[in-house]
């Protein structure tokens, strides 16, 4: 039986000394299922992530790539996050049935706090501003 330890740093593992095999799996990490959980589960919980921790990694495996790249997507176009890095790979997975091993797609997507994270809500406001303007000028040409 392997032991998971859930750390945010090394150095924490190594005080975690079990003498028994560990999987060492990162806090703010997502393995996205294809048919686990709905998309927008793994969405929500990015966005919590990225506050938390100032970012996430999104991974995934075969068909469930897609999902990570369209979540990637959403909270880039939304403000949420920014891209840091992306990794791709495939990774040898031994059928349980028949003891075959396939090779399998992997992708690993770094998400992070973009960088006006703090000034969001002065651009967002900027921005109702900017848009209301035409508006309130022809009210005004028309009285």
Not at 110 to 125: R, T, W
Request: charged share 30%.
């Amino acid at each position: 039986m392997e032991t998971i330890i859930v750390t945010e740093t090394l150095e924490e593992v190594k005080k975690l000394s079990l003498g028994k095999p560990a999987v060492i799996q990162k806090k703010n990490r997502i393995q996205v299922s294809n048919s686990k959980k709905p998309l927008f589960f793994y969405l929500n919980l990015a966005k919590r992530y990225i506050k938390q921790y100032d970012d996430v990694e999104l991974s995934a495996l075969g068909m469930a790539i897609p999902s990570v790249v369209t979540i990637a997507e959403i909270l880039k176009k939304n403000g949420v996050a920014t891209e840091k890095k992306i990794l791709t790979s495939t990774v040898a997975m031994k059928w349980e049935t028949n003891g075959k091993t396939i090779q399998k797609a992997k992708i690993e997507i770094v998400l992070g706090k973009p960088e006006n994270s703090g000034n969001q809500a002065e651009v967002a406001e900027a921005a109702a501003a900017a848009a209301a303007t035409p508006a309130e000028e022809k009210a005004d040409k028309k009285e």
